[in-house]
């Protein structure tokens, strides 16, 4: 479709063309001892620093010096409806509505917090299914749910598996899982695109299978969020979490967003766990107030927020508004597909790419499998400042993001990579 060509003239050409190189310029770049930018592919970690983030920070730490406590109303951004100033970019970026979008706490602490009021098993029906390759922090999360429900984690979680020889989940597996034990199953907690292999899975088909049996339906967006665009509202799922750190740009353990569908939202009898922050902003500070919850994803917060955590998200947030997720993804199913072409092109076995073939069942993200899980390659890529990451057992991801790389950072990579299984 894209006619990819292997010549350094055409990346050249791509990076003139490409109506969102300017965005690069946006983002400090690590350089190495002579100047020059790292080629930076793990952007599905942790995120470059928009230029724009410190200002936004100082704007907060200014406004703490000059008004101190009166900051919550007198700031320019006020910091008391801190959080809703993120709220309309977030719910654009996933496809949700506002109501059902918040930024709060960090991802696991989020699962958490909905798996208290989507995971409510009985004694028949209280399994929970995940990939039998989520991520681990996913994994001890619904173990420990099962656990503090009394359940046995041998009997109670169930791994929606690859099949033989394959690397990739199929969706009939899924279904068959849900034919046969349905009846017992109390949730499904999945990786909307999962952080091994890359792979981007039918969200929408997910949940209608699994509201088919009754089952709540609970997507981690970790790797999808500013990657794919997951029409979340459509999709019918009931929640949904994710961090901010890595497509978003938010820096290190910036705080994370949570979804919950609107058919949730006016549901007051759910249980949940609450503080004051989930409590009606309208009574909040009249104290002594019983508890009334807040409609929508907003009624799962507990805490008055992270203002300067927040404020990088909003630099972050402001950007993607900008750019909209639609050129993004436009130039991310081209850059990506070109890296796979240039791979494929090298023709070695020594490494093959699990993540589908198919733009649509992908984000920007390839996983590269290097046989006899040799870490050396990996290791001489960093050398020289080709920064990607190695995940055990056997594989390198790498993610060219389409805010901050170019066609020509995929072509020397690949070119040094090319070099180095050469030389073995
Ligand atoms: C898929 C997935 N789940 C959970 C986590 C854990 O995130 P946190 O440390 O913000 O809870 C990560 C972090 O990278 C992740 O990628």
């Known amino acids: 479709m894209y006619n990819y060509k292997t010549g350094l003239e055409y990346a050249i050409h791509q990076d003139q063309l490409d109506e969102l190189s300017g965005y690069r310029e946006q983002f400090y770049i690590p350089k190495d001892k002579n100047g020059n930018d790292w080629l930076y592919f793990t952007g599905n970690s942790l995120g470059l ?28 951004n006020p910091w008391m409806p801190y959080h809703e100033f993120l709220t309309d970019s977030m719910a654009k970026i996933v496809g949700a509505k506002p109501i059902e979008v918040v930024i709060m706490n960090t991802l696991t602490t989020n699962l958490h917090l909905l798996m208290v009021s989507f995971y409510q098993p009985t004694k028949t029906k209280y399994k929970i299914v995940i990939e039998s390759d989520a991520f681990p922090s996913d994994k001890y999360a619904v173990e420990s749910q099962l656990k503090f429900h009394g359940f046995n984690t041998y009997e109670g979680l169930i791994l929606w598996k690859p099949r033989e020889g394959e690397e990739l989940l199929r969706i009939e597996d899924l279904k068959n899982i849900l034919d046969e034990q349905g009846d017992e199953i109390a949730l499904l907690l999945i990786g909307g695109v999962n952080y091994y292999t890359g792979q981007y899975l039918d969200i929408k088909k997910i949940a209608s299978l699994g509201h088919a049996k009754g089952c709540m339906v609970g ?14 509202h459509d999709s019918d799922i009931d929640f949904a979490a994710w961090c901010t750190y890595k497509y978003l740009n938010s820096g290190p353990g910036s705080l994370g967003g949570l979804f919950v569908h609107e058919k949730h939202a006016y549901n007051k009898e759910l249980k949940r766990f609450s503080g004051w922050w989930n409590h009606n902003k309208e009574t909040r500070f009249n104290m002594r107030q019983p508890f009334d919850v807040m409609p929508g994803a907003e009624g799962w917060q507990l805490s008055n927020p992270p203002i300067l955590s927040m404020a990088a998200i909003r630099a972050s947030l402001d950007l993607f508004n900008q750019v909209g997720m639609n050129a993004l993804r436009k130039k991310s199913k081209k850059l990506t597909g070109y890296f ?23 984000g920007c993200q390839l996983s590269i499998q290097v046989q006899n899980a040799d870490k050396g390659l990996h290791k001489k890529l960093t050398e020289v400042h080709i920064i990607t990451d190695w995940r055990e057992p056997d594989v ?26 050469n030389e073995e």
């Not at 620093?49 to 900051?71: H, M, R, S």
């Open 49 to 76: 620093q928009p230029k724009t983030t410190q200002a936004y920070l100082q704007q907060e730490l200014d406004d703490w010096a000059n008004f101190a406590v009166e900051g919550h109303f007198e700031a320019k």
């Open 219 to 232: 997507i981690d967006l970790a790797h999808g969020v500013g990657n794919i665009q997951p029409d979340l």
């Open 340 to 362: 796979e072409f240039l791979i494929n092109a090298l023709n070695n076995d020594s490494i093959k790419i699990i993540t589908p073939s198919n733009p649509e069942e992908r």
């Open 396 to 421: 390198i991801r790498c993610a060219p993001v389409p805010l901050y790389n170019t066609f020509q950072d995929v072509y020397y990579m690949v070119e040094k990579l090319k070099e180095i299984l």
